[in-house]
C-alpha cells in the first residue's frame, strides 16, 4: 500500500503585497475620498409636511458644513434634506444655493465637523489617466468605480428658467454612473476632487463638472449670495468660420454667428442683428460662444461695452450696456 504524499500549500504573498499598483491607487482614493462622499435625500415642502423628491450624492467641501452636489439633485424648489455619511453619520442639510446654468449647488449640514475632501485642478488632467468615481448610485451608498479619463473639452447643454447655457471644459469618463451618482466625487489618483458626476451620457460613458477657477468662482458665490450674477445680452448665438474675403480684416479665423436677438435686450437696443458676426467684446476675442459666455461675468452688469462685428463684410463697433440674467 503506497503512501499519500501531502503537498504543503504553497506560500504566496500575503494580500497587501498581491495588490498590484492599479489596484492600490483605487483603495487609496476610496480610503480618502469616500468619507467626504455623503448620500443625499432630498426633501420637498408639501401641504401637511415634506415628502422626498429625489437622490444623489454630495461632496464635502469645509469641515464647517459645506456640501457640493449637482443643482439637478436637489432641483428648484427643494430647500432640505438628509445627508448621510459612511461614518453612519445622518444629518439635516438646507440648500445655501444652487446654479442650474453650471449644475452646481451647495448644501449646508450643522452638527460635528465634517471631513472635508481636497479639490483637484481639472486643468491638469490628461486623457487616459486614472480617474475613481464615488457616490451612491441607486442609493447604494459608498460606492467606488474607477476608469479613465476618455475625453476632455467636452460641453454640457444647461438649462434655466428658458435661458441656455453650455458648461464648459467638462470631463468625459468610462468610470460607471448610474442615477444618484450625481453630485458624487470624481477623483484623480492623489485622491483629489477633480470633477463633480453631473451626468450619464450613455452606456460606458459618463459625466463630470470640471473643479477649475471658473467653477470654484461658482461656488465662491452660491455659499457668499447664494446664487451666480451673469451678464446678459440677449443673443442666441452659434460658431463660424470667418468668411475667407473678411479674415483680413476681421483679425480671426473664427467667430459667433448671431442667430436670434431677444426684443428688448441689450442687444436689441444696440441694434444688433442676426447674421452679424461677433469678433471681440470690450477688446477680448470671440472666436466660440463659450468665450462669448465666459465673458458675461457679473462685474459687466449696468457697465458699457464695446462689441466689434462684422456686418456684411464690414467692421461695425456698437456700444451696449448688458443688464442681470435673471
Do not use: W
Not at 92 to 112: I, K, M
Not at 205 to 225: C, D, F, K, Y
Request: glycine share 12%.
Amino acid at each position: 500500500m503506497s503512501a499519500v504524499l501531502e503537498h504543503p500549500a504553497p506560500i504566496g504573498p500575503s494580500e497587501s503585497e498581491a495588490l498590484d499598483a492599479y489596484s492600490r491607487a483605487v483603495v487609496a482614493v476610496a480610503q480618502s475620498v469616500g468619507p467626504a462622499v455623503a448620500s443625499l435625500r432630498v426633501m420637498r415642502r408639501v401641504r401637511g409636511g415634506q415628502v422626498p423628491s429625489g437622490a444623489g450624492s454630495a461632496v464635502a467641501l469645509t469641515p464647517d458644513g459645506y456640501l457640493l452636489t449637482s443643482a439637478h439633485v436637489v432641483g428648484r424648489s427643494a430647500r432640505s434634506g438628509r445627508a448621510t455619511f459612511a461614518d453612519g453619520r445622518d444629518e439635516r442639510f438646507t440648500v445655501v444655493g444652487r446654479d442650474p446654468l453650471s449644475d452646481l449647488a451647495v448644501l449646508r449640514v450643522e452638527g460635528q465637523p465634517l471631513e472635508a475632501a481636497t479639490l483637484g485642478r481639472a486643468e491638469e488632467l490628461i486623457v487616459g489617466q486614472l480617474v475613481v468615481a464615488i457616490g451612491n448610485p441607486h442609493g447604494l451608498g459608498s460606492s467606488v468605480t474607477a476608469g479613465v479619463v476618455s475625453a476632455l473639452g467636452r460641453s454640457l447643454p444647461a438649462r434655466s428658467r428658458g435661458t441656455g447655457r453650455l458648461i464648459d471644459n467638462v470631463i468625459q469618463t468610462d468610470a460607471s454612473l448610474n442615477p444618484g451618482s450625481s453630485g458624487g466625487a470624481l477623483a484623480d489618483s492623489r485622491g483629489r476632487v477633480v470633477g463633480i458626476n453631473t451626468a450619464v451620457a450613455g452606456v460606458g460613458l459618463g459625466l463630470a463638472v470640471p473643479i477649475n477657477e471658473s467653477t470654484q468662482s461658482v461656488i465662491a458665490a452660491l455659499i457668499r449670495e447664494g446664487r451666480v450674477r451673469r451678464a446678459y445680452l440677449g443673443i442666441a448665438g452659434g460658431p463660424r468660420p470667418v468668411p475667407p474675403q473678411a479674415r483680413t480684416i476681421a483679425g480671426s479665423d473664427s467667430c459667433v454667428e448671431v442667430v436670434e436677438v431677444v426684443d428688448a435686450s441689450p442687444a436689441a437696443r444696440a441694434a444688433i442683428r442676426a447674421e452679424d458676426l461677433i469678433l471681440a467684446v470690450n477688446g477680448t476675442k470671440v472666436t466660440r460662444v463659450e468665450d462669448l459666455q465666459r465673458l458675461m461675468v457679473a462685474g459687466l452688469i449696468g457697465v458699457p461695452v464695446t462689441v466689434r462685428l462684422l456686418r456684411a463684410g464690414r467692421l461695425v463697433e456698437v456700444e451696449l450696456t448688458p443688464t442681470e440674467l435673471g
